[in-house]
């Protein structure tokens, strides 16, 4: 989609257009299309609307009912912060007292939309002239341009000064090139997101799951966000917004967890039971953290599988109950997996080289059992655990 087409979209003959679309699509792309010129639209405002009739079906699991209304290009989608994480952020910064917010790098406008229906007025900004037009028709849609404005510009020329907080969500990726993992390659650069804080002390980061934990500005809260187990993002909350040094929260169940992050936890046997920590609680470094909230223990230092003799249960992990500990043999272990009549194995696995789907066909698995089996060290030492 480029400038023409969406505004092509926002027509009288866009909305039916999109109206067409939503009926017919679902189906054969190729049929769909032919329905679309059976109705007399013009071929690329039908092939816009059949591809927002996709997106908006998309993003439905995404954004919840707005996705309906909202416009989309494909990487604006992809990277459109989820409705359940964007909604607690806004409702966390409307508890703390902010009225008016600067969001720099607005995409689609998600987080600009949900923060406006917390009350807070937000001037949005995206340095792409596509992806600003797309943020100010969703916030057209939503009703909401009384408190929303939207401008393309350079995130770096915003007097972010004349706000009450600062939302930042830098570009990290390149067309052609995929994630940059490199916060100076970042756009903005890391150099000018970092120093957000000093200009604005209630400043929030919203940054990939992999940062470095060594770029949290002194005295921020690193926040870690999974939805449904999946890892989202990492989230710097700086000055008065920072709560504790960090937070693992597992959403949508609206889970905490919260610690230093610098804790060791207690390391022994392994149990008759493995706790499989939730990502968020790995990426925060709050393993030690929960590992005290089920008096579980590490079997190597390294590796963040917690272990128990009594089952406890927990919101934080997946728990599997461990039925056989072995070193790693291959052929010890497809021996066992055939006395035990195993046929379908979940494979899991951390500090282990083993790829998982090729030990799947090393074993040669037959039968109508069902296991799982974990790949990890135990003091140092690569070690097969047999659960159900």
Not at 4 to 32: I, Y
Not at 144 to 165: H, I
Not at 227 to 243: H, K, Q, R, T
Request: charged residues 25%; glycine residues 10%.
């Amino acid at each position: 989609m480029d400038l023409e087409l969406l505004a092509a979209l926002r027509t009288p003959e866009g909305s039916d257009a999109l109206k067409a679309a939503a009926e017919v699509s679902g189906g054969d792309p190729l049929a769909a299309a032919s329905a679309m010129r059976a109705r007399g639209f013009p071929a690329p405002l039908a092939a816009a609307a059949l591809t927002q009739s996709e997106l908006r079906g998309r993003a439905a699991g995404k954004l919840g009912e707005a996705a309906a209304t909202m416009f989309f290009t494909r990487p604006g989608f992809e990277q459109a912060t989820r409705a359940v994480v964007s909604d607690r952020r806004a409702a966390r910064l409307r508890a703390a007292g902010v009225t008016s917010l600067a969001d720099l790098g607005c995409g689609m406008g998600s987080d600009a939309l949900a923060a406006a229906r917390q009350g807070i007025r937000v001037h949005a900004v995206d340095a792409d002239p596509l992806t600003a037009a797309v943020a100010a028709a969703n916030v057209e849609a939503a009703g909401l341009t009384a408190l929303v404005t939207v401008a393309c510009a350079d995130a770096t020329t915003v007097e972010v000064e004349k706000f009450d907080a600062v939302f930042a969500d830098p570009a990290r990726r390149r067309a052609g090139r995929g994630r940059v993992m490199d916060p100076r390659s970042w756009s903005p650069s890391w150099d000018f997101i970092g120093a957000l804080p000093d200009r604005v002390p209630r400043t929030v980061l919203k940054l990939a799951p992999g940062i470095d934990h060594a770029l949290l500005p002194p005295g921020a809260e690193g926040e870690w966000v999974s939805v449904g187990g999946d890892l989202v993002e990492a989230a710097f909350w700086c000055g008065p917004l920072a709560e504790f040094a960090r937070r693992a929260s597992l959403l949508p169940e609206g889970l905490e967890l919260h610690g230093s992050g610098v804790e060791a936890a207690p390391v022994g046997t392994v149990g008759r039971y493995l706790y499989d920590p939730d990502p968020a609680v790995v990426r925060s470094h709050l393993v030690a953290e929960f590992a005290a909230t089920v008096g579980g223990r590490l079997a190597d230092p390294e590796i963040a599988y917690v272990y128990t003799d009594e089952p406890v249960e927990t919101g934080f992990a997946r728990r599997l109950e461990i039925t056989d500990v072995l070193p790693f043999s291959l052929k010890r272990l497809r021996t066992l997996l055939r006395e035990r009549g195993v046929g379908r194995l979940e494979i899991r696995k951390r500090g282990s080289a083993l790829e998982p789907e090729q030990l799947r066909r090393d074993l040669r698995l037959s039968g109508r059992a069902g296991a799982s089996l974990v790949l990890t060290r135990v003091a140092g030492a690569p070690t097969v655990l047999l659960c159900r």
